[in-house]
Each structure stands twice: as C-alpha cells, then as structure tokens.
C-alpha cells in the first residue's frame, strides 16, 4: 500500500524566512510525484509533476526536488500570498491511483 | 478558458438520503476523478472514470456510485447517506488516463457536503 507523509504539520513563517516543506513517501515503483497548492474553500492547485530521483523544477519562489524516498518543496523568500496548505501526492506503478498527504499548513506574516 | 466546474457548491441533506453531485471538466480532458476530503486530512481517491469507463475505484463502499457521459461530464451519486459522508467533494480532470503518471490533475472547487 503506498503511503505519504507530510511535515511539519503546520509551519509559521516571518515573510522573508525561507524554509522547506518534506513529503516522504513509500511506494511500488514510483511513476510520478505531484505538489500541490490549496487554498481555504478551494480545490487544489496543480504546482508540480517529479517523475525520477535527482529531478528539480521551480516556479517563482517555489522549488520542488525528488530523492529515492522524499520530496521537498523549498520556498525562498515567502510572501503573505504563499499562505495555504499544501499538498503532496504519489502514483505508484500499474496503479491508477494518486495517495495524498494531509498536507501542510503554511501561515507566511507579513 | 473554463476551469473545473462542480455543482452544486454547498448541499445539506440528512441521514438515508440520496445525493448527486455534477462535474464538468476542463474542454478536451477525456479523465475525471472524484476524491473526498475530510476537514485536516488530503483528498482520498474514490473514482476515476475515461473515456466514459470506470478505470479505478477507491476504497469507498458500494453506496457510493459514479458515471461519465459522452461529452465527458461525470456524476457521483451516495446513496443512504451516512453521518460520516459529511466532506469537501472533488472533482479532478485530465488529459488521459493516469497511466504512467505522467497527467496532472485539475481540481474544481468542489462540493461542500453536510449530512444533519
């Protein structure tokens, strides 16, 4: 059974303070992990697709990478706008079925 | 362009009842999805359906039933409603199936749910 987990549960943050969020995952043979944003009463937001360990790709302050056993989501100089929960989520191989994590929630001050 | 639109936004109905909710996908995603999400917990997959068939289930009971039509809009019906049904429904399009997991989904803003 794959399984994802996500830390800190919760992270407060100064704007400005960079930090990293972790998704540490146990899979049969990884096909893809997904980073996602969602905001309160929204659906989530489609941030990233990784498909293999080594693998990096950024957007704005935003910047995913993919080990054998982890994933972090590094923000770098995080605005109040970055405020939201997020989420990560695995496809394992053969399988049509995307596990999440309980996300993170991510509080940025101004 | 027309993102993923799910109705209605917020229902309420009471234990033993019998819901639908209604999903569009994004124009030209032949794949929708349907997943559940408990207050504090990330979404849990219940359905995928391409191409107007089922092609993965989640570990949901049979009171919870699902159907794609020809112009790739998807139903998911939960009959004799539970208490525990009370959640945030999602709906998730994609281009193709999930197979290689390679297709990221999008989600629409889903169903807000309250059994009484």
């Known amino acids: 059974e794959d399984q994802v987990t996500q830390s800190p549960e919760a992270l407060r943050l100064q704007e400005g303070e960079s930090s990293s969020l972790n998704c540490s995952y146990t899979?049969?043979?990884?096909?893809?992990l997904f980073w996602y944003r969602q905001d309160p009463g929204k659906g989530p937001e489609f941030l990233f697709t990784?498909?293999?360990a080594g693998e990096e790709k950024e957007k704005e302050r935003l910047k995913a990478t993919l080990t054998k056993k982890e994933s972090f989501l590094h923000i770098t100089a995080p605005k109040p706008e970055d405020s939201a929960t997020y989420l990560c989520?695995?496809?394992?191989?053969?399988?049509?079925?995307?596990?999440f994590g309980r996300g993170t929630s991510l509080i940025v001050h101004p | 362009d027309a993102g993923v639109t799910q109705s209605p936004t917020h229902l309420i109905k009471t234990r033993g009842q019998h819901v639908t909710l209604r999903c569009s996908p994004i124009?030209?995603?032949?794949?929708v999805s349907w997943y559940q999400q408990v207050l504090g917990q990330g979404p849990q997959f219940i359905f995928q359906?391409?191409?107007?068939?089922?092609?993965g289930r989640g570990n949901f009971p049979d009171r919870f039933s699902a159907r794609q039509f020809p112009n790739y809009s998807s139903e998911l019906n939960v009959n004799a409603l539970l208490l525990g049904d009370s959640a945030l429904y999602l709906c998730?399009?994609?281009?193709?199936?999930?197979?290689?997991?390679?297709?990221?989904?999008?989600f629409g803003d889903g169903t807000r749910l309250s059994i009484l």
């Open positions: 899979v049969s043979g990884l096909r893809g």
């Open positions: 989520a695995v496809i394992s191989g053969g399988s049509y079925i995307p596990t």
């Open positions: 990784l498909y293999s």
């Open positions: 124009s030209g995603h032949k794949s």
């Open positions: 998730a399009s994609s281009l193709d199936a999930l197979v290689g997991g390679n297709q990221p989904q999008h």
């Open positions: 359906y391409y191409e107007k068939e089922e092609r």
